[in-house]
């Protein structure tokens, strides 16, 4: 897999997969070895750091990733435009789908903000493991689709919504936590763990999975498998 040297705008869903899984390491050795910067919006530093250390549940990963943010190895970012942006692409990807004349809320703030900062910054490259986004900017159909089977509903896609949503996220290339994982692995990270080399990433792969990334079992497998030939 290839990893361009540029920035990476970052949803809060990957950051907390990766905290969770005590894999955030990963951004500084990226960052080290391949010139990568991880930037994220004030929405999205409000869900994975902000509101979740006033919950003590929730307060050990937003202490890791606080940390990672003070040591400059997350970035805050943002632009004049980007709440007006954020809007933008939060009323257009909430108005693509409809059921009984009514729109299909599918997208929330945070995820709308880190597509508008990556559009507002001219920036490529997006760290997202919320299912619903990806498919939306990677396969709509598919989408209402699955909309359809799953609520037993008939879904009408407004095909002008859909238009603009997909000039305005042209060309971003959607990523996961688990997708970044293998990227370190490929410019040896988990050579780290020696002979549990390929167990040590079989392993980080589950740990995001039940940390939140929409990665599949047979994604897993299948990678693991072509590792160990």
Known sequence: MGFPRNCVVCDSSSLISL???????VLAELKRSLG???????????????HPLEMKSHTLPAIRLKLALNDGIIKSA?????????????????????????????????EAETLALAIELGLKNVLIDER??????????????HISSEFNRNIRINERYLERFRQMTDG???????????????HGYFKRFGELENDALEAALYG?????CSISFEEIDEYVRSIKK
């Open 132 to 145: 619903t986004s990806r498919m939306l900017v990677e396969s709509p159909e598919a989408m209402a689709k």
């Open 36 to 50: 990568a910067d991880f930037l994220i919006g004030e929405s999205v530093k409000y869900e994975c750091i902000d």
């Open 78 to 110: 943002g632009s004049k435009n980007l709440e007006r942006r954020t809007e933008d692409v939060l009323w257009i990807a909430n108005n693509i789908f409809f059921s009984s004349e009514k729109p299909i809320h599918i997208m929330h703030k945070g």
């Open 19 to 25: 905290a969770d899984s005590c894999f955030l390491p």
């Open 208 to 212: 995001v999975k039940f940390a939140g």
């Open 172 to 186: 971003l290339n959607l990523f996961r936590s688990s997708e970044l994982l293998i990227i370190a692995y490929e």
